[in-house]
């Protein structure tokens, strides 16, 4: 018991560090996600409207509608995805919310 006493002072960082490497390693792979969200958006605008020409419709309404959709699909902000929902809060502060429940 005593041993352990004496090496708790380096576990306890040890364990901080790989939570909160973690944490990050987690919201870095999401930005990813949504970034490979928003390219696979706009490749697929590019080849819609590229179909849409082909089509030589004199009327413009499927371009006007297309656009609508991609400008209201490449609104959203990637990074939002970080909010305090998906659990930002500092890594100390969730063991201790955990620890109290």
Do not use: C
């Not at 041993?3 to 990813?32: G, I, T």
């Not at 990637?78 to 909010?83: G, H, K, P, Y």
């Amino acid at each position: 018991m005593n041993n352990l006493l004496f090496k708790l002072p380096l576990y306890v960082p040890l364990v901080w560090l790989a939570l909160y490497a973690s944490k990050r390693r987690s919201e870095n792979q999401r930005l990813e996600q949504e970034y490979a969200h928003k390219e696979a958006l706009a490749k697929s605008y590019s080849s819609y409207k590229q179909q849409i020409k082909e089509l030589k419709q004199e009327d413009q309404l499927l371009l006007i509608k297309l656009l609508d959709s991609a400008i209201a699909a490449m609104a959203n902000n990637a990074s939002d995805v970080l909010d305090k929902k998906h659990g930002d809060s500092t890594t100390s502060a969730g063991i201790s919310e955990n620890f109290y429940r």
